[in-house]
Each structure stands twice: as C-alpha cells, then as structure tokens.
C-alpha cells in the first residue's frame, strides 16, 4: 500500500468516527506507522501536509451534510484530527531542523 492509499484509508476512518477521542486515537495510529516505518522525515512531513489537504475536503464536505447533528459530529472529528496532526507535523519540522 502507498501513503497516498493509506492517507485515503485514514480519511475513511475519520469519516466513520464517532467522536473527537476516536480520531485523536486513529491520528495517534498514524503517527506510530510512519515512526515505525522507514520512510525519511521529508516524507513524513508531505505525508502530514497532504493529510491537511484531505482533511480540509473532509470539513467542507461536512459543511454540506443534510443532517445538522451528523455535520458538527463531523466537523468535530475534522477538528480533533487535525489539531493532532498539526502537532505531529511540528514535531516533524522539529527534527528535521
């Protein structure tokens, strides 16, 4: 699998949380692969910065859910993963430097 297909497999996980726990814990998850994997710490950082993008898409396709309840669950869930990636991409920046 390449990161471009596990970025979109995170993307439908986020879709499917529930809460904002359930996505800090899925962005946690990818934080441990791409430690655990041997991929350089450029990568790393494009990783996060693409994950930012989708999750971008990912919010103004919240924005247009019918369901009032189900778009701020979603928004929420957007916040949260993108609140913990944003942290994770620092770090990233953080090293590299």
Known sequence: MT???YRMKIIE??????????ARSLIDEVDTMLHDSRIGKHTHEVFWQALEEDL???EEEARFLANPEASAALEAVVTAARARAVGFLAQTLKAAN
Request: charged content about 45%.
């Open 3 to 5: 990161l471009d297909e």
């Open 13 to 22: 996980r986020l879709r499917a949380c529930q809460d904002d726990a359930c």
């Open 56 to 58: 971008d898409a990912l």
